[in-house]
């Protein structure tokens, strides 16, 4: 069965740092991989996805993401944070077998981005 | 422009009543899903459903039920069996297989008082 795990609850950046967010995953077919986003009280936004294309994903807001078969991971990254990356942060991994859409989410990653 | 639409944005009701939350997509998804999000817990699935006059027991149904009459609607019923309601609830549907994710609704923040 898959999953996803997200090393590290809380990050904190300053302001032009790096911004490295962790995803781990574990599938036992080729997986489908998504990074979405959450501002407070709002719902989820999808900021990439991986579907076995290219294995280095560009998304929105200046994000990317590279999948690493041989280490199962599908960390997020951007060059240079802004103060309004500030969010919680979800990897996600599309169900075994592709029969359906349903996505297996991890727990989460809350960001915060210093001045 | 598609999208979903939860409402209403924030509801309150009294311990021992039930509510239910509205949940349309107008994005002719075949998938939709009903998640509870509490703080540090991630998302947490309730119910989904893969197609009309269907629908699945997710990992916490407990206390919820869902009806899907409709191919655009997914409404939520929080009972009364529920122990602890107050919560985010969130929304979100997709194409029954594919790639292309899932696309959320802004959410139903719902305090049971």
């Known amino acids: 069965a898959q999953s996803v795990t997200q090393l590290g609850s809380h990050v904190s950046v300053s302001e032009g740092a790096l911004v490295l967010l962790r995803c781990n995953y574990s599938?036992?077919?080729?997986?489908?991989l998504f990074w979405y986003v959450q501002y407070p009280n709002q719902g989820l936004q999808l900021l990439l996805k991986?579907?076995?294309?290219?294995?280095l994903v560009k998304g929105i807001n200046g994000f990317e993401a590279e999948f690493k078969k041989s280490e199962t991971s599908f960390h997020l990254t951007k060059p240079s944070a802004h103060m309004s990356d500030a969010a919680e942060y979800f990897c996600a991994v599309r169900e075994d077998g592709g029969a359906t859409n349903k996505l297996i989410f991890g727990t989460g990653t809350l960001l915060a981005v210093q001045p | 422009d598609g999208g979903i639409t939860q409402s209403p944005k924030y509801l309150f009701r009294k311990e021992g009543q039930n509510v239910t939350l509205s949940c349309e997509q107008n994005?002719?998804?075949?998938?939709m899903y009903w998640y509870r999000q509490d703080p540090g817990q991630g998302l947490r699935l309730i119910y989904y459903s893969q197609i009309v006059n269907d629908f699945q027991k997710g990992d916490i149904a407990e206390g919820y039920s869902v009806s899907r009459e409709k191919k655009e609607s997914f409404p939520l019923t929080v009972t009364s069996a529920q122990k602890n309601p107050t919560a985010f609830y969130l929304c979100?549907?997709?194409?029954?297989?594919?790639?292309?994710?899932?696309?959320f609704g802004s959410g139903t923040r719902l305090t049971v008082v």
């Open positions: 991986y579907t076995s294309a290219a294995t």
């Open positions: 599938s036992s077919v080729p997986p489908y």
């Open positions: 979100a549907s997709s194409a029954r297989a594919g790639a292309g994710g899932y696309t």
């Open positions: 994005l002719n998804h075949d998938a």
